[in-house]
């Protein structure tokens, strides 16, 4: 796959970039390359292949889920501008 100029400006304009007329037979060449590692990657067989989360065979250490505060709600609605029914009350703002 081979990018020419109109192929360079049009990409350009998609990701909002500002480039000049004189790289851009540089943007040209190498993203020509890119897209042919891309296709060399493409072309490999990974039927085989077992698909992982992580490359590490490692355990995430988790905290115990436990309650470290208070319940506090009481406090934070009494200094909340509106509340009902123990819910804050907002402005709409979608009709």
Do not use: C, W
């Amino acid at each position: 796959m081979s990018l020419d100029k109109t192929d360079i400006e049009k990409i350009a304009h998609l990701a909002r970039l500002a480039i000049d007329d004189q790289a851009i037979p540089h943007y040209a060449r190498d993203l020509t390359n890119i897209f042919g590692l891309v296709e060399q990657l493409s072309a490999v067989d990974t039927s085989d292949i077992i698909p992982m989360a992580h490359p590490l065979d490692a355990n995430q250490r988790l905290r115990p889920d436990t309650v470290t505060e208070t319940n506090q709600r009481e406090l934070f609605q009494a200094i909340a501008p509106k509340t009902e029914a123990g819910v804050y009350l907002v402005p709409q703002v979608i009709e």
